[in-house]
């Protein structure tokens, strides 16, 4: 018998039961087994897509090494993003401390690739062995003549959320430090779309054809050029809010340059997303081109969504990811071919983004706050799911428990942005869902009444 | 072998794309080889998250670690309490029948008294008397193979008893496939041999379809088994790079009067032949008949592609007694090592002068090596082949030669977990891929396109 730990006991809720707020933002609890990771790994995602930067992890090995070519984050040019650099510490840099190391490995690293930019994280240790990183970074900064920015991500200063804050505060000593002025036309930055299997380009595709000029896409097939010069920008368009938020506030603040927040799965938020921008554009002609675009990509997959939503209808699905806009956006789309959420959750979401989660979802919803295995096996097992949406430490649940799985995490390899991705996500539901395979599995047998 | 000479390549002072992972990863895999075990890593919360992720990307099996998830204060004012909380959930979710706690780089450096905690926690009443196993594996003193040794000697330590002996064996493996480890128990049983082989996660990390979500993978080796290997005949550490300190073979067989076998890992006839015979010795039975036949049809695979592969050059990479293990192996087939490395810091003290050189040609062994400093090497090497992990596929693409998985982690293939590196039919099916890896490639590189090869 599974059952929700007493510290965690307040960060589910089922709607329509009890409708108290979920309780969130907190610390996973010790012990509990959480999906979540750490700082580091907040600020890792953040920035890894920023092509044509250095990337230096400073500490022992394992930081670097699991985060060594793992995410999607395509590139149309360089690629030194999918390097893993790290100072490697040993026990003697432990004990006679590490910047010296640091500042070698700069050093080489910045001769032998020559970013156009470096960041610097600090892993757990780095803050307890009291490196002075930010004045090694200042000092090979001078020597190298590009900026080398220190990114506070010891892992254990927070939760990923924290590191998401750190990562923005390094993009923000960026931003502004080109003398280029952009200006007359609208544009727009792209914030918190990471390029996975190459969705900034569907995105910034639409955005050109409607006449928007894109400045930088910070975080999807990022240059160093293009974030220094994004001040320059009208609007900024905020994806994966929980992330870069942060970034957009202190822009607004130090450059007065207005957000919005949108998502790009599935076809009401991508069609918002366009309008949204349109409509602050104040011109006629890219409202009108937004709706052209809308109109002609929705009624290119329509016909096949429907296909798959005669296979699909009826269907529930449970949903856990790491930001909470995701599950929103994953909400709204399943409905579009037939299914419903009978289990929800995110690794960061905020009391605002679960109340939001409990408005839009069905009566008797399980909506969760930074589950782990068996919470998570338990609200699947309990609700009859057809279908776990998440990431690869999630696969395996629904796999074994004989249950459908889609991949929309940072490893995949299948554009789910867009309306393209939209057809992408559909058909990949459909794939599994539908799969043959299912009948050899006893736990779906069983949920199934298939008796021999 | 000699060890690598460095100079003349540009060396760099940070390590560019690892060759290792961190300590804790070995051990928590190890810790999943003991049933109904849960690992518990006392560190940040990612630390847990990134090794889960890690490894389920290579056995797709649910792994479930818990972390204590260190908090800005508990990194200012020490870890134990955090410890202590995460070891009463653990308990009270997934009824353990132990949990095995590594430590990480964060925890050593704040100098938390682990073993300290620990006493105070049973001495408190808590936990309900589970076993509570702990290994320090911060990450700044050793790698995965490493942390792996570790644990497994760490759970010998703190479980083991003695009393009067029960003729049993205990194999350390390295590590290995659940595959490998399922052979292994099948040669065991052939022989007659009552054998504990520690860590067991041939079930735990490669099980079948469930009916019902089980908080823990069946699998593994029973606490109790663990608590008679004092009882054991004979201990025998699989690998030729265990070092003293983390040989649990020798603790056992110091400790509890027994004999001690260290022999390589059974790949390759003669790595095989070695490990047969002490089987042999051991039981007091004749190698049966089955595994005879099995090394003849190895010995005849052998002669028959030895046309394909003569003069080939390999790097050869991967944890020091995996790697040592495949360049042993493929020396008995013509194919030259060329480099072989480690991201480890204990392969080429382990494995001095074992390794046979074949036209006075040297190879080279590297220790705390990366693939960055691999390829640079590369380009004087001229390697036909990359034999390890999928991490060499940076090797494999820079350099437009194959590359043949083999070892932890395989995440760009399926079926990491039922690959084989371990006895005759293991070393068969190995050699079977580098054979058809040769013959892909030249098929592939020839414009003539001949489909009869």
């Known amino acids: 018998m599974i059952t929700v730990l007493d510290g965690r006991k307040n960060q589910v809720r089922e709607k329509g039961r009890d409708d108290r707020p979920v309780e969130c933002g907190r610390m996973s609890l010790a012990g509990s087994v959480s999906q979540r990771a750490c700082v580091f790994c907040g600020s890792r995602v953040v920035l890894y897509p920023v092509a044509d930067a250095l990337h230096l992890v400073h500490g022992p090995l394992g930081c670097a090494a699991y985060t060594w070519d793992i995410r999607g984050s395509l590139s149309s040019g360089p690629e030194l993003h999918r390097m893993s650099f790290s100072t490697d510490l040993r026990e003697e840099d432990v004990i006679y401390g590490g910047e010296k190391k640091l500042r070698l490995a700069l050093q080489e690293l910045i ?24 004045a090694v970074c200042r000092r090979v900064s001078c020597e190298k003549g590009i900026p080398v920015i220190p990114v506070h991500s010891e892992g254990f200063r927070g939760t990923k959320k924290d590191g998401y804050s750190a990562a923005c505060t390094a993009l923000s000593t960026l931003i502004g430090t080109s003398e280029e002025k952009i200006a007359g036309e ?77 998502s790009y799965f599935g076809l009401e938020d991508m069609s918002q997303a366009l309008y949204d921008v349109a409509k602050l554009s104040c011109s006629g002609e890219m409202i009108k081109k937004a709706g052209n675009i809308v109109k002609r990509e929705v009624s290119e997959i329509y016909p096949e969504l429907q296909n798959i939503k005669r296979d699909l209808e009826g269907k529930r699905a449970a949903v856990y990811v790491g930001g909470s806009f995701k599950a929103f956006s994953l909400v709204k789309a399943l409905r579009h071919i037939g299914m419903s959420v009978a289990v929800v959750g995110s690794q960061t979401g905020s009391e605002e983004d679960y109340e939001y989660l409990r408005e839009i979802c069905d009566e008797g919803t399980v909506i969760v706050d930074d589950t782990n295995p068996l919470e998570l096996s338990k609200f699947m097992d309990d609700k009859g799911v057809d279908l776990l949406i998440g990431g690869v430490k999630e696969r395996p649940i629904a796999y074994k428990m004989g249950v459908a799985f889609c991949d929309h995490n940072h490893e995949r390899k299948i554009p789910l942005a867009g309306f393209e991705g939209m057809l992408h996500f559909a058909k990949e539901v459909h794939s599994s869902v539908m799969s043959p395979v299912w009948k050899f599995s006893p736990a779906y047998r069983l949920r199934k009444g298939i008796y021999e | 072998m000699n060890k690598i000479d460095f100079s003349g390549t540009k060396s760099f002072t940070s390590t560019r794309n690892a060759c290792a992972l961190c300590a804790p990863l070995g051990a928590t895999l190890a810790f999943r080889g003991i049933e109904n075990c849960i690992p518990l890593v006392h560190g940040s919360q990612g630390c847990s998250t990134y090794i889960r992720r890690y490894i389920i990307s290579h056995f797709r099996e649910p792994v479930d670690i818990a972390s204590s998830n260190f908090s800005e204060e508990s990194a200012v004012f020490g870890g134990s309490e955090n410890l202590k909380t995460a070891l009463d959930n653990v308990i009270r979710q997934y009824h353990p029948s132990m949990v095995g706690v590594a430590s990480t780089c964060l925890s050593e450096t704040i100098g938390d008294d682990v073993p300290m905690a620990l006493r105070e926690y049973s001495a408190s009443g808590r936990g309900d008397g589970v076993p509570v196993v702990q290994v320090s594996t911060p990450s700044y003193r050793g790698t995965h193979a490493e942390g792996f040794r570790g644990a497994v000697r760490s759970a010998v330590e703190s479980i083991a008893k003695g009393g009067t002996s029960d003729g049993s064996i205990n194999f350390f493996p390295p590590i290995i496939s659940p595959e490998d480890l399922r052979h292994l128990k099948d040669i065991l049983k052939d022989f007659g041999i009552n054998g504990t082989v520690l860590p067991d996660y041939s079930e735990s990390m490669d099980g079948g379809a469930w009916e019902n979500y089980y908080k823990l993978p069946a699998g593994g080796t029973p606490v109790k088994a663990i608590l008679n290997m004092g009882r054991a005949s004979a201990s025998i550490d699989i690998g030729l790079c265990v070092t003293a300190p983390l040989s649990a073979g020798r603790f056992l067989s110091e400790k509890f009067g027994h004999v001690f076998y260290s022999t390589g890992l059974p790949l390759g006839i003669e790595a095989c032949d070695a490990f047969f015979r002490i089987l042999s010795e051991l039981s007091g039975n004749p190698v049966p008949e089955k595994y005879l036949k099995e090394r003849g049809r190895l010995a005849d695979a052998y002669i028959d592609a030895h046309k394909y592969l003569a003069g080939k050059r390999a790097v050869v990479y991967g944890e020091p007694d995996l790697a040592t293990g495949i360049a042993q192996f493929i020396e008995e087939t013509g194919v030259k090592t060329v480099l072989c490395a480690t991201g480890s810091r204990g392969m080429s003290a382990g494995f001095s002068s074992s390794l046979p050189q074949i036209d006075g040609v040297k190879c080279a062994l590297a220790d705390d090596a990366d693939f960055t400093t691999m390829l640079e090497l590369c380009r004087d090497l001229k390697p036909d082949m990359v034999i390890g992990s999928s991490k060499g596929f940076y090797l494999s693409k820079n350099l437009g030669i194959p590359l043949i998985r083999a070892g932890f982690p395989v995440h760009d293939r399926f079926g990491g977990q039922r690959l084989m590196h371990f006895g005759y039919q293991g070393t068969q099916q190995f050699f079977d891929r580098i054979v058809n890896a040769v013959m892909e490639y030249n098929q592939n590189s020839n414009s003539i396109g001949y489909s009869y090869i």
Not at chain 1, 115 to 134: E, H, Q, R, W
Not at chain 1, 204 to 214: A, C, I, L, T
């Open chain 1, 111 to 134: 001769e032998a690739y020559s970013p156009k930019a470096a960041f610097v994280y600090s892993t757990c240790i780095v803050g307890l062995i009291g490196d002075d990183v930010n």
């Open chain 1, 186 to 262: 609208f544009s727009i930055n792209i914030l918190g779309d990471f390029n996975i299997a190459g969705e900034t380009w569907i995105i910034r595709k639409y955005y050109e054809e409607m006449g928007v000029r894109v400045i930088s896409c910070m975080t999807g097939d990022g240059r160093v050029d293009d974030i220094r010069r994004a001040h320059n920008a009208s609007l900024n368009v905020v994806q994966c809010s929980g992330s870069m938020t942060g970034l957009a506030k202190i822009m607004q603040r130090e450059y007065g340059i207005p957000f919005i927040r949108v």
